[in-house]
C-alpha cells in the first residue's frame, strides 16, 4: 500500500512562469505524516475451519482465568445486548474447536498478546462501537498505537470500566509530564482525588487535543462560568485562548498562570511610565507589584474604567 511504503513523503510541483520558478503546490499524502498505525491483519484475527465450542471448554485449562472472568461485566451479557455476536471466551478469542483438538496451540486460537494494538481494538469494537467510540480510529491513543488493551483488563474487575488501574495513576504510565506538573504549587485538585483527568480529556473519542469539548474555551467554561461573558469589554486573550496566560495541569505561580505577574503581563503590554508631579508608577521601582491590583477584572467587564476605554479595573 502506497501510504505504508512512502512516510511523511511531499511531492512539490512547480512552474516556469516567464523564466521565474515558482513553487505552487505542497502535497503531504494522506497520513504520511501523522503517527504510524499498522494495518489489521487476518491472518492473526481469524481462525479458518474452527466452531464454537463454548465456554465451558476453555474453563478446563483455563480454570484461574475463568473464575475471574465470570465476575466481569462481560460473564453477563446477554444475548439481545450483542445480537450478532458470540458470548463468552470466544466472543473475542474466535471460535475454539481447533485449539481445543491441537491440545492449546496458540496458534488455533486470537490471543491478544500476539495481536497489535489495532487489531485488538478492532474485536473489542465489534460490540463498543457507540459513542465517543465512533470515532476511535482518529482518537490521539489509536494514532500512537495504544490499544483497548493497554488501559482494560477483560479478565478481570480492577476498577471502574474495567480499568487496571484507577486514574489518573493510569494516565500517569505514559504522561509523565502531566504527573509532575500536578505537584506544582498551583494545580487542579486531581491529585487530592477530587477530580479526574476524564473530567477534561476523551480518552476514547476523536476531538481535537482529546477534549471533552470542542475548544479549550468550552471546556473551560464548563467551570469556569463566570469567565464566560460575552463582556462588553474584553480581554482579547481571554476571547482566544485560556492556554495564553495559563498551564492547566499546573504551575508555580498562582492561579495556573504560566508566570507571576506583572512579568506574564508585561509578555504583551509595555507596563506604564511614570506620571508628571507623580513619580514613577510602582511597576517601575518594584516588580512585586501585581497588576490585578488595579485592572481586577482581567477577564473583561461591562462597566467602563476609570482609567479609559478597557481598562479593566471594575
Request: proline share 4%.
Amino acid at each position: 500500500m502506497l501510504i505504508q511504503f512512502v512516510k511523511c513523503f511531499s511531492i512539490k510541483v512547480a512552474v516556469c512562469i516567464t523564466g521565474v520558478p515558482i513553487l505552487v503546490m505542497v502535497i503531504c499524502l494522506w497520513g504520511g505524516c501523522m503517527p504510524y498505525r499498522d494495518d489489521i491483519s487476518p491472518a492473526r484475527t481469524i481462525i479458518p475451519d474452527a466452531t464454537y465450542v463454548g465456554s465451558e471448554e476453555c474453563a478446563v485449562c483455563h480454570d484461574d482465568v475463568f473464575e475471574y472472568y465470570r465476575k466481569t461485566i462481560h460473564y453477563r451479557v446477554r444475548a439481545f445486548e450483542v445480537t450478532g455476536q458470540e458470548r463468552g471466551c470466544e466472543g473475542c478469542h474466535g471460535p475454539g474447536s481447533l485449539h481445543v483438538s491441537s491440545k492449546g496451540k496458540i496458534e488455533q486460537t486470537i490471543s491478544f498478546d500476539r495481536l497489535k494494538p489495532a487489531e485488538g481494538s478492532a474485536i473489542c469494537l465489534n460490540c463498543h462501537r457507540n459513542d465517543p467510540l465512533f470515532g476511535w480510529e482518529d482518537n490521539l491513543h489509536a494514532m500512537h498505537d495504544v490499544g483497548c488493551n493497554d488501559c482494560h483488563k477483560s479478565h478481570k474487575v480492577t476498577g471502574e470500566k474495567m480499568l487496571y488501574k484507577g486514574e489518573p495513576a493510569l494516565c500517569y504510565d505514559c504522561h509523565q509530564q502531566m504527573k509532575v506538573l500536578a505537584e506544582f504549587p498551583s494545580h487542579h485538585p486531581v491529585r487530592e482525588g477530587r477530580m479526574k483527568c476524564s473530567a477534561c480529556h476523551s480518552t476514547h473519542g476523536a476531538e481535537e487535543h482529546g477534549l471533552n469539548a470542542g475548544t479549550v474555551h468550552d471546556l473551560c467554561y464548563k467551570c469556569h462560568t463566570d469567565k464566560q461573558g460575552p463582556f462588553l469589554y474584553e480581554h482579547a486573550p481571554v476571547e482566544e485562548d485560556c492556554d495564553l496566560c495559563h498551564n492547566v495541569h499546573g504551575t508555580i505561580a498562582n492561579n495556573l498562570l504560566k508566570q507571576n505577574e506583572p512579568f506574564l503581563c508585561l509578555r504583551c503590554h509595555r507596563g506604564h511610565k511614570g506620571f508628571d508631579g507623580e513619580g514613577s508608577h510602582p511597576t517601575l521601582s518594584s516588580m512585586m507589584t501585581s497588576c490585578t491590583q488595579c485592572h481586577s477584572q482581567i477577564h473583561g467587564s461591562d462597566l467602563y474604567s476609570q482609567l479609559g476605554e478597557g481598562g479593566l479595573t471594575r
